[in-house]
């Protein structure tokens, strides 16, 4: 039994639903992915299971217990989220920012302790964001202030952490070094770690379980073989993708793809229609 799961949730804005009637199970201590189209509701999930909107129907458990009836900050002790777009730095210096991840152990009036401030440094340190410490976040760049965002995350010591597409803004290497670090927390910490990215082959090789979205549904759920194939990102995205092994990790990679376009719903359950026209990427 997963510590986290979603039981028949429904979620959306105003009167419309997003996420219909779903049923997840975060698997412990592994790396999960959430891939889909844009829209499809990926971080609307991310936000009920962390708290930030309730849903309109159903619940979320963690360790047994519904997480609207949770306490904040022992809830915060337990699951960190980088939002997709975060907001709210304004003004802050680095350190300041990353040093709000500490919130959830601090007592009374709040003074970080020298636990807090050696947290604060392992963070920085480890998203190679040291050198900004006291510089505005204003001042930064976009990739250096999302390395900003992920410390503050990681400053946060919870066993789950969620991040909405972690690698926004960031050059390839500085993607690899973040993937990595988080794989290392996940291995030698036991971390449950859960990200949506929009990069199939980054998520074919970073994550254990993979969750494909559509439409607030899911489409497929489980090992990259499972996900990561012509199938399921056909149905999921409407390509046609050619995929093979990552000869480095013997994982699937998507090497080349075609849209599939003027296939109509009825006609995307079978191989191509002869008036199917592709283009290529
Ligand atoms: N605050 C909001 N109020 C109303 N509708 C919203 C709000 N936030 C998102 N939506 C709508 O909900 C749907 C799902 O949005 P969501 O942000 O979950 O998508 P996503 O899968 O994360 O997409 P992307 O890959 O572009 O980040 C979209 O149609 C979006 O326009
Ligand atoms: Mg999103």
Not at 151 to 174: G, K, N, R, S, V
Not at 184 to 195: A, D, F, G, S
Not at 266 to 273: D, G, Y
Request: glycine share 6%; hydrophobic share 35%; with cysteine.
């Amino acid at each position: 039994m997963s510590r986290l799961y979603t039981k028949n949730i429904n979620i959306g804005y105003d009167e419309k639903v997003i996420v219909k009637n779903l049923n997840i199970k975060i698997p412990d201590g592994k790396i999960t992915a959430i891939i889909g189209p844009n829209g499809c509701g990926k971080s609307t999930l991310l936000k009920a299971i962390t708290r930030i909107i309730s849903p309109k129907s159903g619940t979320v458990i963690l360790d047994g217990k519904d997480i609207l009836k949770e306490n904040t900050k022992k809830l915060a002790r337990k699951m960190a989220i980088l939002p997709q777009t975060p907001e709210g730095a304004t003004g802050l210096t680095v350190g300041e920012l990353v040093s709000y991840g500490r919130f959830p152990y601090q007592k009374g009036f709040g003074r970080l302790t020298k636990k807090d401030y050696e947290v604060i440094d392992w963070a920085l340190e480890v998203t190679g964001t040291k050198d900004y410490k006291f510089r505005s976040i204003d001042a930064l760049s976009g990739g250096q202030r999302q390395r900003v965002w992920i410390a503050m995350a990681l400053a946060q010591e919870t066993e789950i952490i969620f991040l909405d597409e972690p690698t926004t803004y960031l050059d390839i290497a500085h993607q690899l070094e973040v993937l990595e670090l988080l794989q290392k927390l996940n291995l030698e910490q036991e971390r449950t770690i859960v990200m949506v990215l929009h990069d199939l082959n980054q998520a074919a090789r970073f994550a254990d379980y993979i969750i494909a979205l559509k439409d607030g549904q899911v489409v497929k759920a489980g090992s990259c073989e499972e996900v990561i194939n012509q199938e399921v990102l056909k149905e999921v995205f409407n390509i046609d993708a050619k995929i093979s092994r990552d000869p480095r990790t013997n994982k699937p990679i998507c090497v080349t793809y075609n849209l599939l376009k003027g296939v109509s719903n009825n006609e995307k359950n079978n191989n191509f229609s002869s008036n199917s026209i592709c283009v290529n990427y």
